[in-house]
């Protein structure tokens, strides 16, 4: 059920704002790791993140370069956001999928399908951001809105 929730929320990440989505990204990332581990469902691959400490560390990271990436001029705020919202929500549902039907390629190749279906879903914004920014060197007063079609 707890897995059904966090794919339920993954899937609403698409309707908000890049920053936010790559916030939620990396909240269904964490969730669904640290239901996954502390279940004893999965176990964690990275080995980067071997205790709770480190794993709360990577996380906050995240979050702050997230805020830092969303002070970046355009293009590539957008770029850095749609990439790292991209991977982070790629591997969360990649967790979800595992938490589903245990450890198994199925959820990999599922993740790695969600991260790069995103990606190609954002081209539109990044294409739009760097056409903006050409834009604003010539009229700086300009303001740039992206609206999804």
């Known amino acids: ?62 979050v702050l370069a997230t805020e830092y990436v969303d002070t970046l001029p355009e293009p590539a705020r957008t770029t850095y956001l749609s990439g790292m919202s991209s991977v982070w929500l790629g591997a969360g549902i990649s967790n979800v999928m595992i938490l589903l039907l245990a450890s198994n390629p199925i959820g990999l190749a599922f993740g790695a399908m969600t991260g790069l279906g995103w990606w190609a879903s954002t081209a539109e914004r990044r294409e739009f951001a760097a056409l903006c ?17």
């Not at 993140?49 to 990577?58: D, H, L, Q, Y």
């Open 1 to 62: 059920m707890k897995a059904l929730c966090v794919l339920l929320l993954a899937l609403l990440c698409g309707c908000a704002n890049l920053r936010d989505t790559t916030h939620a990204a990396t909240a269904l990332d964490a969730t669904t790791t640290a239901i996954g581990v502390t279940s004893g469902l999965a176990v964690e691959a990275n080995p980067l993140i071997s205790n709770p400490a480190i794993f709360a560390g990577v996380m906050l990271t995240r």
């Open 133 to 149: 920014a050409d834009y604003m060197r010539m009229n700086p007063a300009l303001v740039c809105t992206y609206t999804p079609t």
